[in-house]
């Protein structure tokens, strides 16, 4: 699967972005694909994730409530709502897929740069 991840950008806290993640090479049904970020100096951190198939979204506890992760099945695209945004949200965001009864994400796609001003 090759991922490409875009929409990032610079934003004031309580602005809204939605990034997307176009996705192509194979049949998408039995894969779960997931958000992720990463900041200087920290660990890659789970955002969010759901069945291709649909259903199962699960999200961070930092984004629940605030971040939607949904996918359009006829775009073979996935996208997150990131609504009311936060400083600590700064982040390069990359999305990622699993195949199902996987445990690791085995497809990346690049990553792009989130930027929330106070």
């Known amino acids: 699967v090759q991922l490409q991840a875009s929409g990032g950008g610079l934003v004031q806290a309580g602005d809204s972005l939605r990034l997307s993640c176009a996705a192509s090479?194979?049949?998408?049904?039995?894969?779960?694909m997931g958000w992720f970020r990463q900041t200087p100096g920290k660990e890659r951190e789970f955002v969010a994730s759901?069945?291709?198939?649909?259903?199962?979204?699960s999200y961070a506890d930092s984004v629940k409530g605030r971040f939607t992760i949904s996918r359009d099945n006829a775009k073979n695209t996935m996208y997150l709502q990131m609504n009311s945004l936060k400083p600590e949200d700064t982040a390069v965001y990359s999305c990622?897929?699993?195949?199902?009864?996987?445990?690791?994400?085995?497809?990346w796609g690049q990553g792009t740069l989130v930027t929330v001003s106070s």
């Open positions: 990622a897929a699993r195949l199902r009864g996987s445990s690791t994400y085995n497809s």
């Open positions: 090479g194979r049949t998408l049904s039995n894969y779960i």
């Open positions: 759901i069945l291709w198939s649909g259903g199962g979204p």
